[in-house]
């Protein structure tokens, strides 16, 4: 969320100086909508259920567009999106030779998520109707699952903690860059656009994992290894709006 | 006005919680005074998913748990609201075999290093460590459970424990003999 706001206030000034200079039309858009999960983890050995969540979940969406000439602008955006953790099978977890005696999963675990970008738009303007597309680069938090199990092997007295950890440490929400482009369909009435929104998000970079094997008696690391998933998370957003333009 | 307000109410709450956690970090437990009255040994078999009482078949001897219950005065469970605590603590916990262990514990060796406290959860545990210098009083639960972490040769084998307390008292006792296969 920090680096969010950072790229916010960072490029925010630059488009504010832009406006004082000339007088080309601003815009304010107010987005509510649902954000569905495209993103299918495969992480191999480990479940999957690590970093999936639910398929939908509702998110509401700023964004303030400049506009330095008719057609070309930039804007930044700002989104809160509601995320839970699905409950999928998590059993290939944990190897056919041993028992779970117990672990701390927290299937459904959900927070809210941020996510801010910064890019450029390019309006279409016929009477009332107006299209704007947009490419826009930001960064983006994840919800991330870090469970831990003890399991005892079958036939002996043998006993293992296992941990996964988003992250290096402890992870719930993992901060990554992201690319969305996106499009709007406007209706203007008076000052006031009504808005059809999509946009996509697409990662382009993932939520590293560690797994960390230890031995119960003696709390010593027996295996320790990172891992990812193959594939990049996405998300598609498609929202209503109202924008107001100035 | 309504500022001095807010600030009157921001202070209080703050005074209230720093109040609360140092009440609360300074309270004792209370604990119920009890005696060790004698203890109990157990085999138990650990080859499933949790240990249970041993039958006279045996037990793989990668699975041998061997299960101490103390009992006393006072009836203990997990869910007493105050815990109860020995008027005579245990100071020490040995192990020795009656029989011959393996080729580097001969019988009537002292063989406590070669059990470790139990990690799984199980009922009523109790932690016995005594090795490191501390002493078993906080009756937290009555069980000891003492997995075997070194492979004994297979055949019959029992065990002496002889548990010393505070006072210098010692009381000891023999286990059963259990084949370990």
Redesign the interface.
Known sequence: MRKIIILILFFLPAILQAQTKRSESMIIDMIAGINVNLFEPKFGNASDCLLSTKTISPFIKGRFSYFFSSGWGAFVDLKLASATHSGRDYSNMIPNLYYNLGDDFKENNSTILHDGSIGGTYRIEKKNWSIRTRLGIGIGEMLAKNPNFTIKEKGNNNLYYIIYLAGDTYMEVDELPFLNPGISLSYKYDDILFNVDINYTQFIQKTSYTYLLTDAYTQKVIEKRKFAPKNLSGNLEIGLGISFSF | MKYLLRTILVLAVFLGMGFNCEGYLDEEPEYRSCKLTDFELHHMN????QPVEATSDGI?K????LRIDLITDSLISNYNYSFYKLEDGIIKLDINTINTFNQDYPAGADIRSCF?N????VEQYIGDYTQKGDTIDIMTGSKIYL???TIPQAGLHSFKVTLTFASGKKIEKETTPIVLY
């Open positions: 650990n080859e499933g998913k793989k990668e699975a041998y748990i470790t139990y990690p799984g959860t997995a075997l972490r």
